[in-house]
């Protein structure tokens, strides 16, 4: 009966453990995923907020080459102007969302170049790094 009872007792005790294990791995498991949501929004805080900085950029950028375009090149410097401004509507109607969609669409449309695109990144990228 000795024996019956000590198993008994030592099989409470491996589930018991087993619960507390199981119990704080959950617990890390979330606080895992609590911080891995906390710097994904902070990311998407940070490139929203550099998506502003560069579309407010081309605005500035714009209205100055628009102000300090020579008289014999009028023309080009307000199409540029135009240009920069339209994309810094762009940015600000589309955002990064809208980049990402406008991104995805013309890959699908031209799956071929973009193909080639990637191939030529990622061999500039490996040179770049391996340096």
Do not use: W
């Not at 990311?43 to 300090?68: P, Y």
């Not at 890959?107 to 990637?118: D, E, M, Q």
């Amino acid at each position: 009966m000795a024996t019956t009872i000590s198993t008994d007792k030592l099989s409470q005790d491996v589930r018991a453990q087993g619960d507390r294990v199981a119990d704080e791995a959950q617990s890390l498991a979330s606080r895992a995923a609590d911080q891995a949501r906390d710097a994904a929004s902070f990311v998407a805080d940070k490139a929203k907020a550099g998506v502003e900085a560069v579309g407010a950029g081309m605005g500035s950028i714009g209205h100055a080459v628009q102000d300090h375009t020579p008289q014999a090149l009028g023309d080009m410097g307000h199409a540029v102007a135009d240009k920069l401004e339209s994309g810094k509507h762009y940015l600000e109607e589309k955002g990064m969302s809208g980049i990402g969609d406008d991104l995805t669409e013309l890959i699908r449309a031209n799956p071929v170049p973009s193909l080639l695109i990637g191939i030529g990144l990622g061999f500039c990228l490996a040179r770049l790094l391996r340096s």
